[in-house]
């Protein structure tokens, strides 16, 4: 059985570590800072739909700890914004042996990230690059605490070859993905699953910063949407379908009451802890891709562009357009979406 290398203990990444050491699957978890050290000396408290538990991990904050192996496989959970660097970190150590693998850019690598841009950022570094399309209703907000509120499994996961393809050790990840208690499955066409989680992440991450009227916000949802739809539509991928998946996920849902609140995804946690948020690489992606294929995206660039600003000293509460809710810093929907159909009016003149 292969040995997972869990690079990130953020919600992802601590969870999935929760979930192989319940379930007996070889695993070490890497992070850094306040987060890791905490881990590796208390564990973490793992809040779940049937309950809260205490678990030890096994979790390194030193990579000297390890002496990698040609059954090790990496998994990199960090955000998008942090992946070059921690791909250039991995990929240079050796791994010991007569295998193949004579560092670790030898070795397969999975990575999970929202968006488009992880994988061809990996494979930069790595020759074997397999994406994932998760959906783990995941809170980190608490240092030492991880909520997952997925029920009954903590999350969906769709694992394949990148840039395509299917092949054994995908079959085999997904395999022990399932063994961990996830409803995990391999798929040859990654990017349309990968698509399809990104028009769900462009449609609500950052609107989560925002208030406003209820019908706005849905509004500029719907627009957000369209042109990542379009984009796509431009790119020639057509984005998966619930129904093409392989398992039966009728079943599944975020418990109520589990801890997981609607409009507190990844970017509302990240921000909330004061970390660095991936809004580039979500509504960020969706401008790129669109700029390179001839897509105007106006709504993804105008909220691109006002959270950058609200993220920075001084561009928060108590400025004109901003205020505070549970911790976190809000701009006003009306002119955001006043400024975005005015972009969207120049672009279509």
């Given at each position: 059985?292969?040995?997972?290398?869990?690079?990130?203990?953020?919600?992802?990444?601590?969870?999935?570590?929760?979930?192989?050491?319940?379930?007996?699957?070889?695993?070490?978890?890497?992070?850094?800072?306040?987060?890791?050290?905490?881990?590796?000396?208390?564990?973490?408290?793992?809040?779940?739909?049937?309950?809260?538990?205490?678990?030890?991990?096994?979790?390194?904050?030193?990579?000297?700890?390890?002496?990698?192996t040609q059954d090790d496989l990496l998994i990199f959970t960090t955000k998008t914004q942090d992946l070059e660097l921690a791909c250039a970190d991995w990929a240079w150590l050796p791994v010991p042996g007569d295998g193949p693998a004579r560092t670790a850019s030898g070795l397969p690598v999975l990575?999970?990230?929202?968006?488009?841009?992880?994988?061809?950022?990996?494979?930069?570094?790595?020759?074997?690059?397999?994406?994932?399309?998760?959906?783990?209703?995941?809170?980190?907000?608490?240092?030492?605490?991880?909520?997952?509120?997925?029920?009954?499994?903590?999350?969906?996961?769709?694992?394949?070859?990148?840039?395509?393809?299917?092949?054994?050790?995908?079959?085999?990840?997904?395999?022990?993905?399932?063994?961990?208690?996830?409803?995990?499955?391999?798929?040859?066409?990654?990017?349309?699953?990968?698509?399809?989680?990104?028009?769900?992440?462009?449609?609500?991450?950052?609107?989560?910063?925002?208030?406003?009227?209820?019908?706005?916000?849905?509004?500029?949802?719907?627009?957000?949407?369209?042109?990542?739809?379009?984009?796509?539509?431009?790119?020639?991928?057509?984005?998966?379908?619930?129904?093409?998946?392989?398992?039966?996920?009728?079943?599944?849902?975020?418990?109520?009451?589990?801890?997981?609140?609607?409009?507190?995804?990844?970017?509302?946690?990240?921000?909330?802890?004061?970390?660095?948020?991936?809004?580039?690489?979500?509504?960020?992606?969706?401008?790129?891709?669109?700029?390179?294929?001839?897509?105007?995206?106006?709504?993804?660039?105008?909220?691109?562009?006002?959270?950058?600003?609200?993220?920075?000293?001084?561009?928060?509460?108590?400025?004109?357009?901003?205020?505070?809710?549970?911790?976190?810093?809000?701009?006003?929907?009306?002119?955001?979406?006043?400024?975005?159909?005015?972009?969207?009016?120049?672009?279509?003149?």
């Open positions: 059985m292969k040995r997972y290398l869990i690079i990130g203990a953020g919600a992802i990444g601590a969870s999935l570590a929760a979930q192989f050491e319940l379930n007996g699957i070889p695993y070490r978890l890497f992070g850094r800072g306040e987060q890791i050290r905490h881990i590796q000396a208390h564990g973490i408290r793992y809040v779940r739909p049937e309950g809260t538990r205490s678990i030890r991990l096994q979790a390194c904050v030193d990579r000297s700890e390890l002496v990698l990575t999970p990230q929202n968006g488009m841009a992880a994988e061809r950022i990996a494979l930069r570094w790595f020759r074997q690059v397999y994406g994932a399309s998760v959906n783990t209703p995941a809170r980190y907000t608490e240092l030492g605490q991880i909520v997952v509120g997925g029920d009954p499994e903590p999350g969906l996961m769709v694992v394949g070859r990148y840039p395509q393809g299917e092949d054994q050790l995908a079959a085999e990840i997904a395999a022990d993905l399932c063994r961990a208690g996830y409803l995990a499955e391999a798929q040859p066409d990654i990017l349309r699953w990968k698509a399809a989680k990104l028009i769900n992440s462009v449609r609500n991450n950052a609107l989560d910063l925002f208030e406003g009227p209820a019908g706005l916000l849905q509004a500029y949802a719907a627009e957000l949407a369209q042109e990542a739809i379009a984009v796509f539509g431009a790119m020639g991928i057509a984005p998966a379908r619930a129904q093409e998946r392989r398992q039966r996920v009728s079943h599944w849902g975020i418990a109520p009451g589990c801890g997981i609140e609607p409009g507190q995804q990844s970017t509302w946690q990240s921000i909330a802890r004061g970390a660095s948020h991936e809004v580039d690489f979500l509504n960020g992606e969706i401008v790129l891709l669109g700029r390179l294929h001839g897509v105007a995206t106006p709504f993804n660039q105008t909220i691109q562009q006002a959270i950058g600003q609200l993220c920075q000293p001084g561009g928060s509460a108590g400025d004109s357009q901003g205020g505070a809710h549970k911790g976190v810093c809000l701009g006003r929907i009306e002119p955001l979406f006043s400024s975005a159909r005015e972009l969207a009016a120049s672009a279509g003149a």
